[in-house]
């Protein structure tokens, strides 16, 4: 349970204890940010003694009396500096209630007000009030935290992710201007392969990253139609079998028959595509790749093994977080953006599906994904 700091500053010692005895044991629920709130109060007579106070620890709230015997209350708001962003709440209270000292309270920056004589329920409703404002507020400020943290983040992995092709392409053009080759075109055509590769794998991270973003946002228009999910995985397979049959990758779809599900056709496409994709590209050369598809009830499946490098438990862990690629011997030279299988996990989840790996070092992988039908 959080606890907030109430600091009292009256000099009536029945005030004093009336409102410790209140909030001792009154708690506050507040369901937005689901917590439960208690308070520990402290009470002091005078404005000297609250500036003390104040300046060794700030209380959250400051119930704050208007005359005191070293001066007004009103001076020690101006003072104190009250804000409204969830560090300090001030409410004042005074037997001396008038709209005009409301108003002078509320430009100096008090929260609220209190009349004299309150009762108890007046009080623990403007504490309920005010417990709720500061909760609500500091969750404000750790998610704006948090989206600060993970935007750096994102930028950093973002430019690391460009920075190298950048370079190694800005190298080749560079070696091909000084003519370092000689004059022979010829001579400089590995340079230009390798700029190409660099390029699409530019273009391809930028890719992902739109699709990413896109369906994250929520700004991408689904269009839900009947989509033949068969069909769409002898679309992805065409688009690889240049690459697969370069490498002798043999690729085989099953059952080769219609399965109609009600879904966005581009989205069951970027999961066919990731997931087609990465079986050819970490596969070893000779190998193999099945595409699986399924039906049981409302649920869709598509599982894709193949016969590749595989992976330990804990790279297998990391594979559908954002920028994750699995980096060692075996995958140093094989390029990629590390958005494909996030963004195939954020899909699964539109369908209310989930999308999962089975997978052993030198072995092979096997990946599943379940997509509720949308009809």
Known sequence: MDKLRVL???????????????????????????????FAVEAVATGAEALESIARAKPDILLLDHRLPDGLGMDILE???AREDGEMLVIMITAYASIELALSAAKRGAYDFL?????????TGTIRKAAARIMLQRQ??????????????????????????????????RLITDRTAGEDLAAYDK?????????????????????MTRIESGQKARRLEKVDVCEVAREAIETLSVEAA??????SLRPDAPLPMTADRDEIGIVLGNLLSNAVKYNRDGGRVDAVLGREGEVVSIAVCDTGIGMTPEEAAQLFTEFARIRNADTRHILGSGLGLSTVKKIAALYGGEASVE???GE????????????
């Open 79 to 81: 003072r104190v500096g």
């Open 246 to 251: 370069d490498r002798q990758i043999t690729i």
């Open 115 to 123: 009349a004299k004589p309150f009762t108890p329920e007046e009080l």
């Open 8 to 38: 009292v500053v009256d000099d009536e010692m029945g005030m004093q204890t009336g409102v410790e005895r209140v909030l001792r044991d009154y708690t506050v629920r507040v369901p937005e940010v689901d917590c439960q709130v208690g």
């Open 364 to 375: 092979g992988s096997t990946f599943t994904v379940t997509l509720r039908d949308e009809a």
């Open 140 to 173: 404000a400020r750790r998610l704006s935290d948090e989206r600060r943290q993970v935007r750096f983040q994102f930028i950093s992995v973002l430019a690391h992710e460009l920075k190298a092709p950048l370079s190694a392409v800005e190298g080749y053009l």
């Open 359 to 361: 997978s052993r070092p």
């Open 191 to 211: 340079m230009v392969r390798r700029s190409l590769i660099r390029l699409e794998g530019m273009r391809k991270l930028i890719f992902d990253l739109l699709d």
